[in-house]
């Protein structure tokens, strides 16, 4: 078998394994909104409302979550152009943040946002996508590892000169060289801290294509993570209007890489 | 069958599931406990001697193929009955290499709740006819 063969039989492995990766989270996530039908159908006939109560929550929870792997999907297989706009810092983060906030409180973990003023370009939906992704990664590895009593999930952000410096610090999880290695991979299936997986692929493609840049930090004697993403203030001037390339073919060169 | 003597020990990493089944096995007529993980697993299954034991696969740290190669290892838990529960379609060929008896059921999630029940059923008949005649 060639190079050129044996690199398009890795690819279409790493789809399969992609696509099975799917269909786990899809059955846990199905599961779930069964379970909460069951609580609330259950619930309303025993004539108990804290049952139902809580068969709703489930069911509102596993909602989201489908909306999320389901938006991740979209993003990697539909031809989509940037929309580049003036977005508004405290705006984006506000929003990623009540996004994130019932899942937050549902892990255990607590959720923090500071944001600094001020506007930058960008597609405002995928930058609100990759943020949300990468930060439910950190609630959820916080969540699994256990090391800490109290773990927390700080997102802020800062203007330095001509970038935007975001910063998602998961204190309560030090992710192993590893994991580092292979967290951004389409085909990644972590144990435990699954789901988001295929979000933070596309959340490093969705960063590539704004020109940005992606650094994990563990910090083993402080338990924690730092993800920092760096993007321009301004679009980049490589990244021209009339580009030939569209989201899709170069998240494929990404899948390629 | 009467049920209500019968103890359950649901393991699974995914707090939804087990609030599920948590709740359907006590409609059922079930005394049910849980674990969250593989190494509360196997401690509430040498705590508890449950009668039956539904196991998750992809947990964090321990992995169901994990906690069952222990589980079947025990000459104590051994004996206890095992029905898989998960999503992961590719843990039997896991499980051949390790040269454990396999679950005596294995469910793919969603869950078929009139197929968890029939297996639970046949499982728990199976277990006090062995115990009848040993």
Same mark, same amino acid.
């Given at each position: 078998m060639d190079d050129s063969q044996k690199q398009l039989l890795d690819l279409l492995t790493s789809k399969d394994e992609l696509v099975g990766s799917i269909a786990h989270d899809l059955k846990g996530l199905l599961s779930g909104i069964e379970g909460g039908v069951y609580l609330v159908n259950s619930g309303l006939k025993k004539d108990n409302q804290s049952r139902v109560d809580q068969g709703f929550d489930m069911v509102k929870r596993n909602v989201d979550r489908i909306r999320k792997t389901v938006s991740?999907?979209? #993003? #990697?297989?539909?031809?989509?152009?940037f929309d580049w706009i003036e977005v508004e810092i405290t705006a984006l983060f506000e929003s990623v943040g009540k996004v994130l906030a019932?899942?937050?409180?549902?892990?255990?973990?607590?959720?923090?946002?500071?944001?600094?003023?001020?506007?930058?370009?960008a597609d405002e939906f995928a930058v609100h996508s990759l943020l949300a992704n990468i930060a439910d990664y950190a609630l959820e590895s916080c969540h699994t590892a256990k090391i800490k009593p109290s773990p927390a999930v700080a997102l802020s952000s800062k203007i330095d000169q001509t970038d935007l410096v975001i910063e998602i610090l998961a204190d309560g999880f030090v992710i192993e060289d590893e994991t580092q290695k292979l967290v951004f991979e389409p085909g990644y299936a972590p144990r435990g801290v699954d789901r988001s997986h295929l979000g933070l692929f596309v959340a490093r493609g969705l960063i590539d294509l704004h020109g940005g840049s992606l650094t994990i930090t563990p910090s083993p004697e402080r338990g924690t993570t730092l993800f920092r993403v760096v993007m321009s203030l301004s679009?980049?001037?490589?990244?021209?209007?009339?580009?030939?390339?569209?989201?899709?073919?170069?998240?494929?060169?990404?899948?390629?890489? | 069958m009467s049920n209500t003597r019968h103890k359950i020990l649901v393991v699974d990493d995914e707090p939804d599931v087990v609030s599920y089944l948590t709740t359907f096995l006590e409609d059922e007529g079930f005394t049910v406990v849980s674990a969250q993980d593989g190494p509360d697993g196997i401690a509430k299954a040498r705590a508890e001697r449950p009668d039956l034991i539904?196991?998750?696969?992809?947990?964090?740290g321990m992995s169901g193929i994990e906690v069952l190669t222990i589980l079947r290892r025990d000459p104590e838990l051994n004996p206890i009955p095992v029905i898989v529960i998960t999503g992961v379609t590719s843990f039997k060929k896991q499980l051949s290499f390790r040269g454990v008896r396999p679950p005596e059921a294995f469910m793919q999630k969603p869950m078929d709740l009139e197929l968890l029940m029939s297996n639970i059923d046949n499982l728990l008949k199976h277990s006090a006819l062995k115990a009848t005649n040993e």
């Open positions: 991740s999907i979209l #993003y #990697y297989v539909k031809k989509r152009e019932d899942r937050a409180a549902h892990l255990g973990v607590d959720l923090r946002i500071t944001a600094d003023d001020g506007v930058f370009e679009k980049p001037f490589d990244l021209a209007d009339d580009a030939d390339e569209n989201t899709e073919d170069m998240l494929e060169r990404e899948w390629d890489r | 539904t196991l998750d696969i992809t947990m964090p």
